[in-house]
């Protein structure tokens, strides 16, 4: 049976993917999760990230900031 990662677990992936210099295979690895899937993962959240112009609002108010970034 597959695993079920929350939003933010997801969020957390992909973050990590693009900012921590290391390749995707080896956060994805690291992770525990399949190279593909944080593929699809990374794929989602860009395409949320081109909502239209009314969504743009509400998508930065549950923007999750990472640790140690403000």
Do not use: C, N, Y
């Not at 390749?23 to 860009?46: E, H, N």
């Amino acid at each position: 049976m597959a695993a079920r990662h929350s939003d933010e677990f997801k969020r957390d992936a992909v973050w990590i993917a693009l900012t921590s210099g290391l390749t995707t295979r080896q956060v994805a690895s690291d992770l525990g999760i399949g190279l593909s899937t944080l593929g699809k993962w990374a794929r989602a959240i860009a395409d949320e990230a081109k909502a239209p112009a009314q969504d743009a609002g509400l998508l930065r108010e549950t923007e999750v900031v990472p640790l140690g970034v403000v």
